[in-house]
T-cell receptor, first 110, second 115 residues
Framework: QQQVKQSPQSLIVQKGGISIINCAYE??????FPWYQQFPGKGPALLIA???DVSEKKEGRFTISFNKSAKQFSLHIMDSQPGDSATYFC?????????WGAGTKLIIKP | DADVTQTPRNRITKTGKRIMLECSQT?????MYWYRQDPGLGLRLIYY???????NKGEISDGYSVSRQAQAKFSLSLESAIPNQTALYFC??????????????FGAGSRLTVL
């Protein structure tokens, strides 16, 4: 019940396309859903986050869509750029604890 | 300087050796964490500390120990390293602040190889 399932494991998108990464959870007590971005040789860094009382949050080209009834949330990257190539992690939080998805390696082809 | 500094960045050691990974932070955060990253498994919590006198086990603490020497310093030790502890290790800090969101700031990682 504490798992966060992330898909796909890897994704290749053409420059200018839309990248979509999906996550699903079981525990309805989770109250905070962040996405972290990790470049090679670096630690993950917070990209965007959402709380379950909101269905969508947009920051620039990055959007989180949140479906509370389906217990799913997704990251959409519009107009994907080569600089977006990285590993993306979704997570779900309750109190202090973050439960992480397994990560998605995104490659944007020029 | 980085907000969260990990040393060493890379280490190769042999089975049975004692290894210490060090973490220091300038964020002024009370909460510090040690994570392990393996391909396809995401990030798994080893230990966490909410202040100098508070140490807690995470989901994969077996074979590891930690020391919180000061608010700014949190070390991870492998008393007797084994090959399946070969992984990328991350230190992180957080401060929920007024928003209550537990935003983590990560170090650059320490890559450990146990032969």
């Amino acid at each position: 019940q504490q798992q966060v399932k992330q898909s796909p494991q890897s994704l290749i998108v053409q420059k200018g396309g839309i990248s979509i990464i999906n996550c699903a959870y079981e525990n309805t007590a989770f109250d905070y859903f962040p996405w972290y971005q990790q470049f090679p040789g670096k630690g993950p860094a917070l990209l965007i986050a959402i709380r379950p009382d909101v269905s969508e949050k947009k920051e620039g080209r990055f959007t989180i869509s949140f479906n509370k009834s389906a217990k799913q949330f997704s990251l959409h990257i519009m107009d994907s750029q080569p600089g977006d190539s990285a590993t993306y992690f979704c997570a779900a939080s309750i109190n202090y604890q973050l439960i992480w998805g397994a990560g998605t390696k995104l490659i944007i082809k020029p | 300087d980085a907000d969260v500094t990990q040393t060493p960045r890379n280490r190769i050691t042999k089975t049975g050796k004692r290894i210490m990974l060090e973490c220091s932070q300038t964020k002024g955060h009370d909460r510090m964490y040690w994570y392990r990253q393996d391909p396809g498994l995401g990030l798994r919590l080893i230990y966490y500390s909410f202040d100098v006198k508070d140490i807690n086990k995470g989901e994969i603490s077996d074979g590891y120990s930690v020391s919180r020497q000061a608010q700014a310093k949190f070390s991870l030790s492998l008393e007797s390293a084994i090959p399946n502890q070969t992984a990328l290790y991350f230190c992180a800090t957080s401060d929920p602040g007024s928003s209550g969101a537990n935003v983590l700031t990560f170090g650059a990682g320490s890559r450990l190889t146990v032969l």
